[in-house]
């Protein structure tokens, strides 16, 4: 048995996986697939995701009797404790404050390789 969670993902990618899985709700997929093509569905997902989140839960022989992957989750981290996946989840104002950061980096990043670059235009001539 296999869960898939999509969320903003292209509608594209959506319909392709209704070949193999039901969809329940949006963005909400099960059915029985073989490990094969769970793995070469997920890396699929992964690919055409874009931006969107995905998270998929499969049936495997450990302690939890399922696994997890999670794919562009910037809240939720899974942890392997011996053999045994946990979800830490990162505090949302932590989560806000590393996105605030990034975007400064990047804006700076930016600025500084304007800065670095030679100024074309016409030259200051001097009339006599």
């Known amino acids: 048995m296999v869960i898939l969670l999509l969320e ?3 509608k594209s990618l959506r319909g392709e996986i209704t070949r193999w899985l039901i969809e329940l709700d949006t963005g909400v997929f099960v059915g ?7 793995d070469l569905l ?3 997902v992964v690919a055409t995701a874009g931006s969107g989140r995905c998270a998929m839960a499969y049936r495997i022989d450990r302690e939890l009797g399922f696994a997890m992957r999670l794919h562009n989750y910037t809240d939720r981290v899974l942890q392997d404790f011996d053999r045994l996946t946990l979800i830490t989840v ?5 989560i806000r404050k590393a996105e605030r950061l990034e975007r400064e980096i990047e804006r700076l990043r930016r600025r500084a390789e304007r800065t670095q670059q030679p100024r074309s235009g ?4 001097s009339h006599q």
């Open 32 to 38: 029985r697939i073989s490990a094969l093509v769970r």
């Open 42 to 44: 997920w890396e699929k």
């Open 90 to 94: 990162r505090n949302a104002e932590a």
């Open 8 to 10: 903003k993902v292209p």
């Open 122 to 125: 016409p030259e200051h001539t």
